[in-house]
């Protein structure tokens, strides 16, 4: 048996728009975020200023860095829009107003919501904060947030269709602390809707070579 001080065991990173109180953005690096159907479910930090935001203005969005930007995701690592500084986090964190400059990124209008979504990101999800219930224990809120309007790069998506393209799209994961892209493809979920062989029947000039289920 272990006691690991961290159970961080390799989810993907998401950078989360919310507006201050004077109308500006914030932005934080959070991995504990994942879909069911149209509802995300973050898990928030309650010392944080992104859940104090939330839980006076609703609108957010969920911007996914991919793997090759963990350094922007790294410069935001130390910060947070609380001011003051909590006080646990006065030994780990700085206050900085402008989280998008610090990071080296770019706000673009969202359509749906306020908070603004980021450029470089390739996948944007603006969502609306339904509800926020306190965890059991650990000191965090779990929030469940209604997407409402998604963005692709046009690149990561596979043409005439509503489909992302796995093979395209690389999601920066936070494993223990380190951060890694994804290997290679292993094989697909039967549900899959993307898999070679359909696609393959429609010529699809996307798609490079790609591995079959695994025997
Ligand atoms: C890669 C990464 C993942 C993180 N995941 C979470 C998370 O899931 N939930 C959370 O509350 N904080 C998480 N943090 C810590 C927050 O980013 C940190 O508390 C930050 O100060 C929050 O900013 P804010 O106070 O402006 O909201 C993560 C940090 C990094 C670098």
Not at 15 to 35: F, K, Q, V, Y
Not at 52 to 68: M, S
Not at 109 to 114: C, H, L, Y
Request: with cysteine; glycine share 8%; net charge positive.
């Amino acid at each position: 048996m272990i006691t690991p001080r961290i159970l961080y065991f390799g989810t993907p990173v998401v950078l989360l728009s919310t507006e201050n109180s004077d109308g500006s953005a914030n932005l934080a690096p959070i991995s504990s975020a994942w879909a069911l159907g149209w509802t995300l479910v973050l898990g928030l930090g309650e010392d944080g200023h992104t859940a104090r935001n939330l839980a006076e203005r609703p609108d957010l969005v969920v911007n996914l860095p991919g793997a090759g930007q963990w350094a922007a995701v790294e410069r935001l690592a130390p910060l947070t829009g609380a001011d003051p500084v909590p006080a646990g986090k006065q030994s780990s964190h700085r206050h900085v107003r402008d989280k998008f400059g610090a990071a080296g990124l770019a706000p673009i209008a969202s359509v749906s919501v306020r908070p603004p979504r980021v450029a470089e990101c390739p996948l944007q999800l603006e969502a609306r904060t339904e509800r926020i219930d306190r965890a059991a224990a650990d000191g965090f809120f779990i929030v469940q947030a209604r997407v409402l309007t998604v963005h692709a790069d046009p690149s990561l998506v596979i043409p005439g269709t509503q489909h992302v393209d796995p093979a395209r799209w690389h999601p920066l994961i936070y494993n223990f602390r380190h951060y890694f892209g994804l290997g290679r493809e292993l094989g697909h979920s039967y549900r899959s809707e993307t898999p070679r062989s359909r696609l393959d029947q429609g010529n699809h000039p996307n798609l490079g070579p790609r591995l079959r289920a695994n025997p």
